[in-house]
């Protein structure tokens, strides 16, 4: 193999496959970067089974070939060379890196070990990456990272009338986020995609542009220009999220969403060691209060319109900032029914984002 390449467009394929490449991977091979040059294009894949991205680019192709290199070292090396052309050249069991008057040998893979994957063969459907980004942005920080329940770590996508939704949790809150109009899982039935896969999606995804998805029995692959990333689909029932949103909360309480984010960030500085935050809502309006032994408390009044029994209510700290943060609109609504029962957080001016938070019981 022998190719030339401009070192900033390399570097950004290998750190974009790169993102697919963990230390937990359970093959030794799967630690590199698979390159594979046939003419002038090169495509360079990096996978731990569960997700794999390849990415594709055109260089000016000397000598086809395929090669596996340590991941993270061809990366580091690639981005330390001064900016320019690189000249990459495989022989025997050496990948050499050259590039000004630096010189590097990069101990390579064998790459009859490397694991075989095939492209999507469904139909592809497209959908706006603009819309898509915002949705992920939403929905995924909700799930879960605790692999031993791995269906809380996926994001539950599918159909309905208008469109479709997505849909995560960690069993502590709940975000739904509606795309009407879409049609990109029409006729499908649901699918439960890692929650990892879809966050770096989202940072694949270039604005204006399209993103389109290939669905498979057992996985699903996005492509986004020059990109391709595969995820395997988690298997198993998604709960029931439905029956967690109530119908009706009697409690309303209506405030600027950034200001009451900024508030939470101020009062969170004092809810230390898990304390959550409490929501003292009255005909008066709002009071967020933290307290931590020994540390200290804090206070604070904030603008808001409330109808309801007067109520305080509390909240992790974090999952409420969260909720703050990724709900849409300037006015943000939380609805509740009493101290027990699950608060749902939302936007009048964006009916298509729920966000569904649990409280913390409080003595």
């Known amino acids: 193999m022998k190719f030339r390449c401009e070192r900033d467009t390399l570097v950004e394929a290998l750190n974009t496959a790169n993102k697919a490449v963990t230390n937990r991977a359970t093959l030794p091979v799967l630690n590199g970067l698979h390159l594979s040059l046939e003419n002038d294009a090169l495509v360079i894949t990096g996978s731990d089974l569960d997700l794999t991205i390849t990415v594709s680019l055109d260089v000016a192709g000397e000598t086809d070939g395929i090669v596996v290199v340590p991941a993270r070292l061809l990366s580091d090396v690639v981005r330390s060379v001064e900016a320019g052309t690189v000249d990459i050249t495989v022989g025997g069991s050496d990948l050499q890196v050259i590039a000004g008057r630096s010189e590097f040998a990069l101990r390579t893979i064998p790459a009859d070990e490397y694991p075989l994957f095939d492209g999507p063969t469904s139909e ?31 994001v539950y996508m599918v159909a309905e009338k208008e469109g479709f939704r997505l849909v995560a949790t960690d069993s502590y809150r709940l975000a739904v986020r509606d795309m009407p109009g879409s049609s990109l899982l029409a006729g499908q039935p649901p699918i439960l995609v890692p929650s990892r896969a879809l966050t770096e999606l989202a940072r694949l995804l270039e604005k204006d542009s399209e993103v389109s998805l290939y669905l498979g029995e057992k996985e699903a692959s996005f492509e986004v220009n020059t990109v391709r990333m595969t995820t395997r689909l988690i298997e198993g029932e998604f709960p029931d999220y439905k029956r967690l949103v109530p119908d009706d909360n009697p409690n309303k309480l209506t405030a600027n969403r950034g200001e009451l984010r900024d508030a939470v960030k101020r009062v969170r500085l004092l809810a230390q060691e898990a304390t959550p935050i409490r929501l003292e809502m009255g005909n008066a309006g709002l009071q967020l209060i933290a307290k931590t032994q020994d540390i200290g408390e804090a206070h604070e009044i904030v603008d808001a319109n409330y109808s309801g029994d007067d109520l305080t209510i509390a909240f992790n700290a974090e999952y409420l900032l969260k909720g703050l943060e990724i709900a849409p609109g300037d006015d943000i609504t939380l609805e509740t029914r009493d101290n027990q029962k699950p ?13 569904l938070l649990m409280p913390v019981r409080i003595s």
């Open 124 to 154: 592809p459907v497209t959908v706006d990456a603009t819309l898509l980004v915002s949705a992920l942005e939403q929905v995924t920080p909700a799930a879960s990272s605790d692999d031993s329940r791995p269906i809380l770590t996926g």
């Open 343 to 355: 608060a749902v957080l939302k936007s009048e001016e964006h009916p298509e984002f729920l966000y």
